[in-house]
């Protein structure tokens, strides 16, 4: 499975992380989230952003949630062929889960 957005168009973030995907011509799979009927809080969901928000970026089994690392993992790389695979991400982050880098003292 390529690349899937976990989106509610209704939400601005969610809009910028769409239009940021489609203009740059990047390929994936829009999973639309209905947040008036509550769906980004079903178990389901829970499973896919523990946070429970979007938007949510999934490559296999890596995932990146809210808007701001979603574009930030976006937009650091110049060269769209990042998309061929989440290892550069995870060799960034160092590791495959959806939470934030503890920041260093």
């Known amino acids: 499975m390529g ?3 976990y989106l509610d168009l209704l ?3 969610c809009r910028a992380v769409y ?3 489609k203009k740059n011509s990047i390929p994936f799979e829009l999973r639309t989230v209905d947040l008036r009927k509550g769906q980004h809080l ?4 829970a499973q ?3 946070l429970q928000k979007v938007p949510v970026l999934k490559d296999g089994d ?3 949630t809210e808007s701001l690392w979603v574009l930030a993992a976006k937009s650091s790389k110049t060269d769209p ?3 061929h695979g989440a290892s550069v991400w995870r060799q960034q982050l160092g590791r495959s889960s ?3 880098p503890m920041k260093s003292s």
């Open 19 to 21: 239009i940021f995907a």
């Open 81 to 83: 062929s990042w998309l």
């Open 62 to 64: 890596f995932t990146l």
């Open 3 to 5: 690349l899937e957005l």
């Open 42 to 45: 079903s178990d389901a969901f």
């Open 11 to 13: 939400s601005q973030p």
């Open 98 to 100: 959806s939470r934030r």
């Open 48 to 50: 896919i952003s523990p």
